[in-house]
């Protein structure tokens, strides 16, 4: 043996039972054989060899009896990513940091990247190589400009960096919607209309990071969500349409990355927003997308000349995969439905799918309008006879049918289904119309209040923009389980309800 | 109680033996009866309260038994840094993020910042409110430009965040190499000498990040430098000199804390540099300022443009800041002294200080050099009398005795000043003449071998550019204690020596 094969001595993996998130996390002794630990400082970034495996992870170091002088502790998630057994004998060394670093410093610079630069990066964060701060340099080292073919490049590195799905059918519609509005769980509605139609929509949806439900925690609550590539296949199969979690089926992973570190900067580019979207839509086999940009005082887009220019960029990114992009821009100024949290949310779209005479018109009629365009990808319904069918299979009971259908392929996802049973009503505090609503207040006090951790807490909302209410008649209720929540949310929402509540009519945003 | 004050239910502070440098992390069991850690997720920030005391960390959870479920694990940095005793009782919330990020989103999105807003921002850093990826967002964000304003604020901010020293002296010295050479531990003979002239020069110094010696490690070998401020003034006051360890008097602790996330980042602007400079200057108390700028091709600035400009910053910062600053550019082509390491540089400086006959002439002259303008700022020897008298000095063992006298008021260190036992010497592949020697790869060399952690392991260079060799002649030799650390340097060095020796002339740099 050569003096450069000179073998480190090895430690043997230990699983730690540390939930670290998205950071792979490994400890090790003070005292280990393999190396001075004081070589390593706390915090630093280790690279470790397991035959012809490789992970970089951030190191602890520890005095305890967490892990052996002969072991190495690897903290849940890595221990998962990592994938060798325990007991395992790796090599830990200090680790160089991912070559296309270098590229992300060029970006900081001023440089435009090319496309085999930032496929380097996708691939090096997809494979959680870089740690949270290297993430943080490239996505602010981006938010200052980003070329068209950056953005193209970015689309599709991540959308190659995981699951790709590919569909049988000359039209694989899609929807999208970027976010925002509490309610609004159009999709679930939409996706049965237009599978009951004939037409394939593969739908998947996110989790909610920040907000009291995404469509996978809502959908979660009638079916199971978290199925695998081949499950779903059979699922669209025999459905034509499903309502699962993306994360699940692994589409574009390092998407979720960057987010897990967007969310907590709140950074938020147009071109970030608009490759995240379409990495998506183009790993999930997309042909036909429609574009929801809610616009409103809350909401992520502000006036029509915003959502104008991001319209553009969803346009540019679809034309260049093939994809027919289609944006719509609609009311964003309240929350769509009556609920806010994956129960009640679910409770209003079944309401609307059996035409139930309480169902909330605003979401009915929304989905209608999403479903009417998608259908006109259909070549017998185009030129505007899509919303006329979409009604008719809405109004004669097959969007619901197609629903139940789906949902029983996915099977039972043993969440309850119960309201949380602390409810407090939250009172008008003089007469008047109801002049606006802050979405971002409502999502943050169903939050409190435990949705979507809790499935059955959340808000029922009695009252919209423009409807008249007298002093203490209740403008929304809020349901939780834990005495605590609900003593927060309930103290939060008597300081701030979120609605401005006047005698003047109510400002007219105006059709969209 | 009204419900705005229900109390959420506390944990107890349990310390927890994790080094995690820098971060502040927690850790909270799964079956925590504080909150439902399922509202929490790994790695997201939280806030502890214990009375007024508020504090910032990163969350793991755990099912183990590191914790139980009504305690909360503070890893010693975070446990440190709260300064509560164990059974404390603290509330845990999600952390808002500092108000200070909304200043760096406004960066990011190209406004430059008032001096309140970056001064916000810096005493959050200090304090360690902000996670990896906020100060990788800050630094990035700051990255494309920086201007006059925003770097006299960003230095002010922090040097104002930690200690500030005032000196009872009408010229109080300083110098500082912006590094990146191996070996040049010049302000070992510059201190002895100035301070032996009498003027005052309270010389603080950093340990090495990623080099195999910072001034501190290599004073370390001779005397102990982690002072406190009361103790360094005392050693000022009987010597007129110290060289102490920067970091345990607390200067400019946010810039420590922001080269910890530069480093890895390999980030590297002007602003940035000068700003943490000078900060650490202005917080010394220094009234006159000789920078040492090495121009060389594997040197921080390789042109003498470069060096121009990043004087002109200097400059302008000592300006608003009442201190008198001389830049200067020396020769950075390559090492400066014959030792890379702890042990072979107090060496080296030892026998500059002592006229042995086999003193590094080069170490000799570039200290004399330096000196010479600092004692310019004697106004009895303004004008060109300063060399003479440095010579004067050293020559006479004046400056000899003189750091003799720091080193007992310092007090021994404690640290061995043996070299490495395990020794290897790297011969030349060919006849001729040393034409470049790579700065970069020596420094890493040394560390590998173990430097600074094993403060005699490292390398002793026996020949600089210029010099004739004949094949198999040795041009170094590596010192290291541990028996895996010298095989890997010595392969390293085997494969790749940093030295090039060629038949032709060197190319003459020229004198700089």
């Known amino acids: 043996m050569s003096s450069t094969d000179a073998p480190r001595p090895q430690l043997k993996i230990r699983r730690v039972n540390l939930d670290t998130g998205r950071e792979n996390l490994v400890v090790i002794s003070r005292r280990s054989t393999a190396l001075r630990p004081e070589v390593f400082s706390g915090f630093s ?36 990513r990592f994938a060798e057994p325990a007991g ?19 970006k900081i610079q001023g440089r435009a990247l090319n496309a085999a630069e930032i496929t380097a990066i996708v691939d090096d964060i997809a494979h959680y190589r870089y740690s949270d701060m290297e993430i943080a340099a490239f996505l602010v080292g981006s938010a200052s400009y980003m070329t068209s073919d950056e953005l193209l490049a970015l689309a599709r590195a991540m959308a190659q960096a995981g699951t790709q799905l590919a569909w049988d059918a000359p039209v694989v519609a899609d929807k999208h919607c970027i976010g925002g509005i509490p309610g609004n769980r159009t999709s679930m509605v939409v996706v049965p209309i237009v599978a009951a139609h004939g037409m394939t929509i593969p739908k998947t949806s996110s989790r909610a ?43 574009s992973p390092a ?19 608009v490759a995240s979207i379409m990495s998506k ?20 887009v502000q006036s029509a000349v915003d959502a104008m220019r991001l319209r553009k960029l969803f346009e540019f990114v679809g034309d260049q995969f093939g994809i027919a992009v289609e944006v719509i821009t609609t009311d964003g100024r309240q929350p769509i439905g009556n ?42 319904l185009r030129g505007g006879a899509g919303y006329r069918r979409a009604q008719e299979l809405l109004d004669s009971g097959a969007a619901l049918k197609q629903m139940q259908k789906i949902i029983e392929a996915q099977g039972p996802s043993g969440h309850r289904a119960e309201l949380g049973n602390l409810t407090a009503d939250i009172r008008a505090a003089n007469d008047g119309v109801v002049q606006t609503i802050d979405c971002l207040r409502l999502n943050r006090l169903a939050r409190t209040a435990g949705a979507p951790i809790d499935k059955g807490a959340g808000i029922r909302i009695f009252k919209k923009i423009g409807d008249r209410v007298d002093k203490g008649e209740p403008i929304y209720r809020i349901h939780a389980f834990e005495a605590s929540e609900f003593d927060l949310a309930r103290a939060a929402a008597e300081l701030d309800s979120g609605y401005v509540v006047a005698s003047r009519s109510p400002h007219d945003g105006g059709a969209l």
């Open 88 to 106: 395992s004998l790796v090599t830990i060394t200090p680790a160089p940091p991912p070559d296309s670093l270098d590229a992300v410093r060029a």
């Open 209 to 251: 990071i920040t907000s009291p439900a995404g469509t996978a925690d809502t959908m979660e609550v009638l079916a199971r969500v978290d199925l695998t590539v081949d499950e779903m296949k059979e699922v669209v199969r025999t459905c034509h349409g499903c309502l699962v979690w993306g994360g699940h089926v692994n589409l």
């Open 255 to 273: 998407d979720d990355i960057l987010i897990s570190v967007e969310r907590p900067l709140s950074l938020d580019t147009r071109e970030q927003m």
């Open 339 to 380: 609920g806010i949290g994956p129960v009640l949310e679910a409770q209003d779209v079944m309401a609307v799918l059996a035409n139930d005479a309480a169902a909330p018109v605003d979401l009915r009629e929304k989905s209608l309008r999403l479903a009417a365009h998608l259908l006109e990808y259909d070549p017998d």
């Open 281 to 300: 839509k183009i790993a999930a086999g997309a042909t036909h997308l429609l574009i929801d940009i809610p616009v409103g005082p809350a909401a992520k």
């Open 45 to 80: 970034r280790v690279e470790l060899r397991c035959n012809a495996k490789v992970m970089l992870a951030t190191l602890v170091l520890t005095n305890d009896g967490l892990v052996d002088p002969d072991e190495i502790g690897l903290a849940d998630p890595a221990f998962r």
